[in-house]
């Protein structure tokens, strides 16, 4: 059964950094790419971040390059997100996922996110 649990998410004021986690319990997770994911409410979830199986290939969301830094541990079956210069507009709760090479999540099954507020 696929599990991710994702962490690491808080109130942040603009300007602030956070790191997030997703730890996941999938078999042979150095095989698969990556992807951070967020949602806000009455939007669909957009994908910020995804990080090939080596890490050699990484793409960001125009709207997080140069602010946010995707990067797994393969040993911890965990994808991090670091994330610099937040912006109001970051506000939502974050996903992670198994993408296919369009980006697109692979698993139907989520966690239950972690929530990001920037805010003053």
């Known amino acids: 059964q696929v599990q991710f649990v994702e962490s690491g998410g808080a109130l942040v004021q603009p300007g602030g950094s956070l790191r997030l986690s997703c730890a996941a319990s999938?078999?042979?997770?150095?095989?698969?790419?990556l992807g951070w994911f967020r949602q806000v409410p009455g939007k669909q979830r957009e994908l910020v971040a995804k990080i090939t199986t080596s890490g050699a290939g990484i793409n960001y969301a125009d709207s997080v390059k140069g602010r946010f830094t995707i990067s797994r541990d393969n040993a911890k079956n965990t994808v991090y997100l670091q994330m610099n210069s937040l912006k109001p507009e970051d506000t939502a709760v974050y996903y992670c996922n198994v993408v296919d090479a369009l980006g697109r999540p692979y698993f139907g099954s989520w966690g239950q996110g972690t929530q990001v507020t920037v805010s003053s």
């Open positions: 999938i078999r042979f997770f150095s095989s698969y790419s």
